[in-house]
């Protein structure tokens, strides 16, 4: 059976108070971004959420664009309307990546063995692969095996010095069996990695059940602190090398977690402890991607 995200089908499988409770599903939209910017200005409540079997123009981070073929993926948007300062809006993107981790490792430690489960062996989603554990990539990058899984895009709608709506973009790799030659080294997808299709409106589910609590966590101490122990378990850079790319210098340092407010704290080689921001910087591993 084809699987297709209706909303019937996530009314049906929500389990949530408030997230994705006005719910618009589009077959084919430009960006889901672009459509909750658009539902926020006009009002739409928070939890407000849009998902898109097809993306024309989807947006990834610092203007690239974000590949979105039909019915093999999840893109998905929700608005958020936290009552916070906007400098500490960029702490909701490690609260989605937090809850995207979250969702996707227990689903797949739900799944059956690999072995167990029949799939094409003509197909990568049919690789024998056990459950490899979904990690994060500072800052909101999922990973599972070394590759990129998820990517998570902030958009934050500044009115009169104040938030307006906070949109969080949300593209998953569900069941797409191969990717274009530029990102094939780098990403990867639920169904190469777990061996079998997942049905995607489960996934959007768990997501936001995940994100619902989590949100509601950061907003008792409108930081990180209640999350800090779930997303530092699922860092992957924790203690290990790694580059750090900004504007004026690239250097080697060692990562030691993350601070309640989301920036990295690294160790440069002369034993400096430093935090490094996510908006001025971006981190590899010393010898790849992670
Ligand atoms: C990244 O570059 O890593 C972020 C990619 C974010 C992609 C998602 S797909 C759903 C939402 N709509 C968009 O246009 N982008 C985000």
């Known amino acids: 059976m084809k699987d297709r995200i209706t909303k019937e089908r996530l009314e049906h499988l929500l389990r949530t ?4 409770r006005n719910l618009f599903c589009y077959e084919e939209t430009d960006s ?14 928070h939890g407000t959420l849009a998902v898109a079997e097809q993306q024309t123009a989807g947006r990834g981070r610092r203007g690239r664009s974000w590949e979105s073929p039909a019915g093999c993926s999840i893109y998905m948007s929700i608005l958020l309307r936290p009552d916070i300062e906007p400098d500490k809006a960029p702490m909701l993107t490690l609260v989605a990546a937090c809850s995207v981790a979250e969702a996707l490792d ?3 430690a739900q799944l059956p063995d690999a072995k167990d489960v029949s799939v094409p062996t003509d197909d990568a989603c049919g690789k024998d692969t056990g459950k ?6 500072w800052p909101n990058d999922i990973i599972i095996n070394g590759k990129k899984l998820v990517g998570i895009l902030t958009e934050m709608n500044l009115q009169s010095g104040e938030i307006g709506g906070v949109t969080v973009g949300i593209g998953i790799n569900v069941n797409i069996s ?5 990102i094939k080294d780098t990403a990867t997808s639920l169904c190469i990695e777990y061996g079998h299709p997942m049905e995607r409106a489960e996934i959007i589910a768990a997501v936001l059940e995940r994100l619902e609590v989590n949100y509601e966590i950061f907003m008792r101490t409108k930081d990180l602190t209640g999350l800090m122990d779930t997303y530092s378990s699922m860092l992957v850079n924790k203690d290990r090398d790694v580059l750090i790319l900004g504007a004026q210098e ?6 030691l ?5 989301g920036e990295l704290l690294v160790r440069r080689e002369d034993g400096t402890v430093e935090e490094v921001y996510a908006g001025e910087v971006s981190v590899r591993g010393v010898y790849g991607y992670v």
């Open 178 to 182: 191969a990717f274009p030659d530029e």
């Open 132 to 137: 490899p554990r979904v990690q994060i990539k």
């Open 32 to 45: 889901t971004n672009l459509r909750i910017k658009q539902l926020g200005n006009e009002g739409a409540p």
């Open 257 to 261: 977690g993350i601070t309640p407010t």
């Open 250 to 255: 690239q250097y080697q340092a060692h990562a």
């Open 17 to 20: 108070k408030w997230a994705g």
């Open 106 to 108: 227990r689903a797949g």
